[in-house]
């Protein structure tokens, strides 16, 4: 079994379809002796459907109240983030577009958007593809900027599970930004237990990442407390592909902590 020291992308209930809560996440990194955990909930059309009457912050507050979690839990270094749907082709974030129409006590004059409200909590934000109906007929060139862009968005620190988007992208030319704004390309348990093309396509994007020299983040993407940690697909992964450890941001706590300020201190 191959434990991780750091576990940055796991979900709670906040996500709907996942079942643990924060407290039982951190429990779980602690039996396997994790020294970092990240709470990454879905910040996506997927966890709420647009309202008719605009959008209620009342949805959110999960992302509002992050200042009551400690700072460490039962030992583990706790962060607050969310994995962030990219929602088009030009790397836009989900609700870069939406004006907040009602706070928690009352209407909103429109003149926040969601998404400044949500990401100004979060300590980082993962940026994943999971609807893609925006990108049908969309070219390799196209998709290449659309994840370069939303890797320069100031809070992003982390692209989430590409290999598993299914979209044709240029690693080389992505993992070169990443390695240049010092920011991370997931390798992705979630993705490796699924479809053995899928698994090939996380192999084939690690060896390129490797070869720009780009760190690599290595994470869960838990959907319930007794798989936060467990890496034993992307620890076979990055031991077939010899992935050198000093490109692992997540190897232990202190380097996921130094590297995430480097980054998103730009
Ligand atoms: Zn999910
Ligand atoms: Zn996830």
Redesign the pocket.
């Given at each position: 079994m191959a434990h991780a020291a750091c576990d940055i992308h796991t979900?709670t209930i906040f996500?709907r379809?996942?079942y643990s809560t924060v407290e039982e996440n951190v429990r779980a990194a602690v039996e396997l002796r994790c020294e970092l955990l990240g709470i990454t909930d879905?910040f996506s059309s997927?966890v709420h459907p647009e309202a008719p009457t605009g959008v209620d912050l009342r949805d959110y507050q999960h992302f509002l109240n992050f200042e009551v979690w400690p700072e460490s839990w039962l030992g583990v270094r706790l962060m607050h983030g969310c994995e962030a749907d990219i929602v088009d082709l030009d790397g836009h974030l989900y609700g870069w577009d939406m004006p907040v129409d009602r706070g928690l006590g009352g209407p909103y004059d429109g003149s926040v958007l969601l998404q400044d409200v949500v990401f100004s909590n979060c300590d980082y934000v993962i940026a994943s593809v999971h609807m893609k109906q925006w990108a049908a007929g969309a070219t390799r060139e196209q998709l290449t900027q659309m994840y370069i862009r939303a890797l320069e968005h100031p809070k992003v620190l982390v692209l989430g599970h590409v290999g598993r988007s299914g979209l044709d992208f240029d690693v080389d030319e992505v993992a070169q930004v990443a390695r240049e704004l010092g920011k991370l390309i997931e390798i992705n348990e979630g993705s490796l237990h699924g479809r053995q093309d899928c698994t090939e396509r996380c192999r084939y994007i690690a060896e390129r990442c490797m070869v720009a020299g780009c760190m690599v983040a290595t994470s869960s993407?838990a959907?319930i407390s007794c798989e936060v940690a467990r890496l034993d697909g992307v620890r076979k992964l990055v031991d077939k592909v010899g992935y050198p450890p000093r490109l692992i941001a997540t190897r232990d706590a202190e380097t996921f902590l130094r590297v995430w300020e480097r980054a998103l201190a730009q």
């Open positions: 979900h996500s379809h996942a879905h997927m993407d959907h």
